[in-house]
Structure formats: structure tokens, C-alpha cells
């Protein structure tokens, strides 16, 4: 397959989430029909249902700083697909993600039609052949959905790190607190270290019980060591453990996932040989799109690809700090998630809204959007809304999805 066709061969797998199956045999075979490549690497795995992604990132440019190859897994992608495959902070080149989906494809053919793998399955088996060919020294993989089931947990970790956990995805990972965190800490090997970010008290017991029934070397994160300064224009500094650094991701709520990254680094020093230098040149140089990312100055535009409460209470810590009112919020979201609770959240910081439906299979119907915010406007895409809000803004918000988020980057960058 050329690039085009292995775009297409995914597309015939269904949406990535809509297909998703949980369960690990499918992915075992179809490694194991690829020589197991998931083993020929250490790694580290990272849950949670916010920050996951961040805390990825930064945890991969300190490694890459400190002289390491390293290798970065994440979902979803939000401009390009070749996001989720990163060697060193270099994305996958089309002709290698083509080349690697094609070997999972015939993996597939061999193993016959019982063991046929979904959207994320074949990702997850196409990036682990990529790293193993770029000759990687160490992989931080981002957990797709829950930790327990998820196709990136057949690796064996040299740690496992767990974000805050939350409400999302309650249709695939359980009703409340207590489900969800069993699902996570599913990714908490027998006798390997896991650390985890401060938690509710009914998420961390069963993460604690967890780590006992495996005897794994439970670590939390000292956020009173943590030393946060504001930096002017919506970001942050971070001295934690003898390193400082500015970020570049904007938000106070980044500290924390940067004092995260580099807590992970030094459980597993000396062994990485990672110094406080390089922590420090990791944090600073982090970036990933759509996490309060500022693509316009006058008015103020920011794409962010939140989707739930936490999310939406890190936005709004941001805006009413750091921007300038009136503002705007152009708002879509997935039909699965919390609509009516997020938008409470956000309504008081917006003068006014504009709702816009996504082309997705799992996009809430406008009457939903409208049930949620009845005053807003509506528009036919994020584009026509930004531009009706430009007329009557300082500041102007893009919310509610990284499928939203990305149609505008890929918008605003001209494609």
C-alpha cells in the first residue's frame, strides 16, 4: 500500500472509537505474527483521563534531551495521523506509516478473519514495528482509552504513570470514580513502579489496592515541593526538585504534568542517565497541538480539544486569568460526553456562543449543542463561526473536541 491506501485501508476499519473492542488477544496475535516487536524496547505507559497526553510529551522531550532515542505513542491525532508515531520529536514519515500498515496488514491475512483487528489495534502494532526499526532506546506510550484492555498494555513497563482520573467514557470504562480507576490501574504491572498525580479519595484506594495485590512500588507526586510562578502571557514556571524551566504549553494545570515527567525520570535514574539539564530543556522545548493553543493575536484565538469537566475547569482557570473579555466560544462536542454539564461550567466566562455540528459518527446532534446552550448561534462550520466572532471579540474559544480542534488547525495552516 502507498500512503493514500493504508489511510484508506484504516478507514474501512471504522471510527476509532465506535469499533474500539476491549481485550487483549487480537493484539497478542497479531504481534506475535509480527515477531513481537512491543519487546524489544523498554517502555513506559501513561492512563488517566487528562493530562495523559501532556504528560506524555513532556516526559519524552526530557528523554530525548538527555541524549535518548526515544519514541512517542499517542491518541488521537489532532491535525495529521502521523502525530501518533514520533521518533525524537520527529513525526513518521508517510512512505514508513505506510510501509509499517502494510506489514500489519499481511499479519492480518495470515492469521485469519477470528483475529481481525480494529482502528487502534493496527496503529498500536504499525507503531511498534516503527520504533523497533528506527532502532529506538526507550518508547512513552500514551494509553488510548482505560488501561486495563487497551492494546498498548501488552508491553511490560519499566513504569507506569497514572494522571488524574475522572469522568469520561463512562459508556466503555464504568459509571463512576471507583470503575473507571480499576480500568486505569490496569496498566500497574507486578513489581514495577507506578506513580501516580494527586487523585480523588475514592480513585486512589482502588489504585492503592491495586499496586498491594501486585506488590508494585506505589509513588505520589508531592505537589507541596512543587514551585509554580506565572511567566506573563498565560504561561508558567516550574522549579520542582532542583529543575526550573519555563513552559511553552500555556496554563497553570501544565505545571503539574511537567512535575509529573520529571518525577517519572528520576524513579528511573540512574538507569537513563538523564541530568537535571536536560529535565529542564525538555520541559521548556514541550509542545503538542490543541491544549489552549493560540493560533490568532487580535482578536485572541485559542483551539482547545477538551471534551470533559476537568478539561473545561482548566480552561476556564485559564481564561478568566489570562484573557481579556468579551469573549466568544465556537463549542462542539462528541454526543457520549457530559454536553450539558461542560457547558454549565463554561457559560460564565463567554458572552456569547456559537454552536457548530462535526462531520463524525459520534457528533451530538445540533439539538443537543442547542439544548446546552439555547442562546447560541449557530454556524455552519468553526470557521464561519470564528470569523462572526471576530467582529465583537477580544478573545475567541474553539472547545469541545480534538476532531474540532483539529478541522480548524488544519484550517488555520491552510490545508
Keep these: 500500500m502507498d500512503y493514500e491506501e493504508s489511510l484508506r485501508y484504516l478507514d474501512r476499519l471504522g471510527n476509532e472509537v465506535l469499533s474500539m473492542k476491549f481485550g487483549l488477544e487480537t493484539i497478542r496475535t497479531v504481534l506475535g505474527a509480527l515477531g513481537n516487536p512491543q519487546d524489544e524496547f523498554p517502555s513506559i505507559l501513561i492512563a488517566g483521563t487528562n493530562g495523559k497526553g501532556s504528560v506524555a510529551c513532556f516526559l519524552s522531550n526530557i528523554l530525548s534531551s538527555g541524549g535518548l532515542r526515544t519514541a512517542l505513542y499517542m491518541s488521537p491525532h489532532v491535525v495529521s495521523i502521523e502525530e501518533r508515531f514520533q521518533v525524537s520529536g520527529h513525526q513518521i514519515a508517510p512512505p514508513d506509516f505506510a510501509e509499517c500498515l502494510t506489514e500489519v496488514a499481511r499479519a492480518t491475512e495470515s492469521i485469519g478473519p477470528e483475529y481481525r483487528p480494529t482502528y487502534f489495534e493496527t496503529l498500536t502494532a504499525a507503531a511498534f514495528l516503527h520504533f523497533v526499526r528506527s532502532r529506538v532506546e526507550i518508547a512513552v506510550l500514551e494509553v488510548g482509552m482505560g488501561g486495563r484492555l487497551d492494546s498498548t498494555n501488552v508491553v511490560d513497563p519499566l513504569l507506569s504513570v497514572i494522571t488524574p482520573v475522572g469522568l469520561d467514557h463512562q459508556a466503555q470504562l464504568g459509571a463512576n470514580i471507583e470503575q473507571i480507576a480499576a480500568e486505569k490501574a490496569g496498566i500497574i504491572h507486578p513489581l514495577r513502579p507506578v506513580l501516580v498525580s494527586p487523585q480523588t479519595p475514592e480513585a486512589y484506594r482502588v489504585i492503592r489496592a491495586r499496586a498491594e495485590a501486585v506488590a508494585a512500588p506505589l509513588h505520589e507526586l508531592e505537589t507541596g515541593e512543587i514551585v509554580v510562578k506565572a511567566a506573563g502571557r498565560g504561561v508558567y514556571s516550574l522549579s520542582y526538585h532542583g529543575v526550573s524551566a519555563t513552559l511553552r504549553l500555556p496554563g497553570r494545570h501544565q505545571t503539574m504534568n511537567a512535575a509529573l515527567a520529571i518525577r517519572a525520570?528520576?524513579?528511573?535514574?540512574?538507569?537513563?542517565?538523564?541530568?537535571?539539564?536536560?529535565?529542564?530543556?525538555?520541559?521548556?522545548?514541550?509542545?503538542?497541538?490543541?491544549?489552549?493553543?493560540?493560533?490568532?493575536?487580535?482578536?485572541?484565538?485559542?483551539?482547545?480539544?477538551?471534551?470533559?469537566?476537568?478539561?473545561?475547569?482548566?480552561?476556564?482557570?485559564?481564561?478568566?486569568?489570562?484573557?481579556?473579555?468579551?469573549?466568544?466560544?465556537?463549542?462542539?462536542?462528541?454526543?457520549?460526553?457530559?454536553?450539558?454539564?461542560?457547558?454549565?461550567?463554561?457559560?460564565?466566562?463567554?458572552?456569547?456562543?456559537?454552536?457548530?455540528?462535526?462531520?463524525?459518527?459520534?457528533?451530538?446532534?445540533?439539538?443537543?449543542?442547542?439544548?446546552?446552550?439555547?442562546?447560541?448561534?449557530?454556524?455552519?462550520?468553526?470557521?464561519?463561526?470564528?470569523?462572526?466572532?471576530?467582529?465583537?471579540?477580544?478573545?475567541?474559544?474553539?472547545?469541545?473536541?480534538?476532531?474540532?480542534?483539529?478541522?480548524v488547525l488544519r484550517k488555520a495552516s491552510g490545508e
Excluded at 490543541?290 to 485559564?318: C, S, T, W, Y
Aim: charged letters at 25%; hydrophobic letters at 45%; glycine letters at 6%.
Design 265 to 407: 525520570v528520576e524513579l528511573l535514574s540512574p538507569g537513563l542517565g538523564v541530568n537535571q539539564s536536560a529535565m529542564a530543556d525538555g520541559i521548556r522545548r514541550a509542545e503538542i497541538p490543541g491544549r489552549i493553543q493560540k493560533i490568532g493575536e487580535d482578536p485572541l484565538v485559542f483551539v482547545d480539544g477538551g471534551h470533559n469537566r476537568q478539561a473545561a475547569d482548566n480552561l476556564m482557570q485559564f481564561l478568566t486569568a489570562h484573557t481579556p473579555e468579551p469573549r466568544s466560544l465556537v463549542f462542539s462536542m462528541m454526543r457520549d460526553k457530559e454536553i450539558a454539564e461542560v457547558a454549565a461550567i463554561l457559560r460564565p466566562a463567554f458572552d456569547r456562543v456559537f454552536v457548530s455540528e462535526m462531520k463524525s459518527p459520534r457528533a451530538a446532534p445540533m439539538a443537543r449543542l442547542l439544548e446546552a446552550f439555547p442562546e447560541a448561534t449557530v454556524a455552519r462550520d468553526p470557521i464561519q463561526a470564528i470569523e462572526a466572532a471576530k467582529t465583537s471579540s477580544a478573545t475567541i474559544v474553539v472547545f469541545g473536541s480534538f476532531y474540532l480542534a483539529g478541522e
